[in-house]
């Protein structure tokens, strides 16, 4: 097993189970296909398994780093975001949806996807690189977030929250009787969400 599966904490974890997308964050492994460092670039980004028949060997020497992810929200709530390539109609529907629901940022759609990157990156790792996190009425949270309860992250839908494992979500349980809870999604990203995107959810 490698250590290329990424959890909502947006740790890089070891673990048979498979993704649904895949990830970069640049090149962190060494030759011997160990993790290293925690990103190389700003630009984190989520893309789809297969893009026009190319097929790669996992963590090549001196080639970006392939991630994986149970589903999008999880990506989301380790501070990726869909790429412009291969992922084009979303990362448009991103870009628009994330500046509806963040307009105090003056951008629009011309403004580079970069700037964008450079708040994403305050939101989601301290200079120490160490998750953030927030605090936020649990009842005014979207779809698609992930909070902290009894100390694992779990994802929020329809009112239910469902513990995440490597290998898909437990069954829902009632929102717990707190008003405050913490969360994981980075704060501009549950923003967008409120403002009607929609994350790829792994619970059918």
């Known amino acids: 097993m490698l250590q290329n599966r990424v959890n909502p904490?947006?740790?890089?974890?070891?673990?048979?189970?498979r993704g649904a997308w895949l990830g970069n964050r640049g090149v962190i492994h060494n030759e011997d296909k160990e993790i290293v460092r925690a990103f190389k670039i700003k630009?984190?980004?989520?893309?789809?398994?297969?893009?026009?028949?190319?097929h790669?060997?996992?963590?090549?020497?001196?080639?970006?780093?392939?991630?994986?992810?149970l589903d999008e929200a999880t990506a989301?709530?380790?501070?990726?975001?869909?790429?412009?390539?291969?992922?084009?109609?979303?990362?448009?529907?991103?870009?628009?949806?994330?500046?509806k629901g963040n307009p105090q940022y003056g951008f629009d759609m011309k403004t580079p996807v970069a700037k964008i990157d450079d708040i994403l990156q305050a939101e989601r790792i301290t200079a120490d690189k160490l998750k953030v996190t927030y605090q936020e009425k649990?009842?005014?949270?979207?779809n698609g977030t992930f909070v902290i309860y009894d100390?694992?992250?779990?994802?929020?839908?329809?009112?239910?929250?469902y513990l995440w494992s490597p290998a898909g979500y437990q069954k829902g349980i009632r929102l717990p009787n707190v008003d405050i809870i913490t969360?994981?999604?980075?704060?501009?990203?549950?923003?967008?969400?409120?403002?009607?995107?929609?994350?790829?959810i792994g619970i059918y």
């Open 56 to 69: 790669r060997e996992i963590m090549q020497p001196d080639r970006w780093t392939e991630l994986f992810f």
């Open 138 to 142: 649990l009842k005014a949270l979207p």
């Open 9 to 17: 904490f947006g740790q890089l974890i070891k673990t048979t189970a």
């Open 151 to 161: 100390d694992k992250s779990h994802l929020l839908k329809d009112n239910l929250l």
């Open 43 to 54: 630009a984190w980004i989520t893309c789809v398994l297969e893009f026009r028949g190319r």
């Open 183 to 200: 969360v994981l999604t980075p704060r501009s990203i549950v923003n967008m969400f409120s403002a009607g995107y929609v994350p790829q």
């Open 76 to 99: 989301f709530s380790a501070g990726h975001r869909p790429c412009f390539q291969c992922r084009y109609k979303d990362h448009q529907r991103f870009k628009e949806f994330w500046l």
